[in-house]
């Protein structure tokens, strides 16, 4: 398994969680990664994502000023702090590794997927 994604779960709304996502080494360390998730019955739809050293950060409008991505380059692991969760965020969290040393929100950039963490938020 290259990409592996962990923390989701069940919270209530305004509550928060961490997403973690482990990469292999190969895939990790010179390049950018996201975050997008997907709910029942929409499309895929990007989150957030980080270059190769944390310089440049990106979010969907809908999460900014709630949610953070960050990476830890010694652990091949990048995370996405959610916070002040809506019923709305529910869905499945996929992470993704970029083909390029920085990271779009176009998924057709990202070379490799996890197999996704399942976020619920109840009302």
């Known amino acids: 398994v290259q990409l592996q994604a962990s923390g989701g779960g069940l919270v209530q709304a305004g509550g928060s969680l961490r997403l973690s996502c482990a990469a292999s080494?190969?895939?990790?360390?010179?390049?950018?990664m996201g975050w997008f998730r997907q709910a029942p019955g929409k499309e895929r739809e990007f989150v957030a994502s980080?270059?190769?050293?944390?310089?440049?950060?990106s979010y969907a409008d809908s999460v900014k000023g709630r949610f953070t991505i960050s990476r830890d380059n010694a652990k091949n692991t990048v995370y996405l702090q959610m916070n002040s969760l809506k019923p709305e965020d529910a869905a499945n969290y996929y992470c993704?590794?970029?083909?390029?040393?920085?990271?779009?929100?176009?998924?057709?950039?990202?070379?490799?997927w996890g197999q996704g963490t399942q976020v619920t938020v109840s009302s």
């Open positions: 080494r190969r895939i990790f360390s010179n390049n950018g």
């Open positions: 993704a590794a970029s083909r390029t040393s920085y990271a779009r929100s176009d998924g057709s950039n990202y070379a490799y």
């Open positions: 980080i270059s190769y050293n944390s310089v440049v950060t």
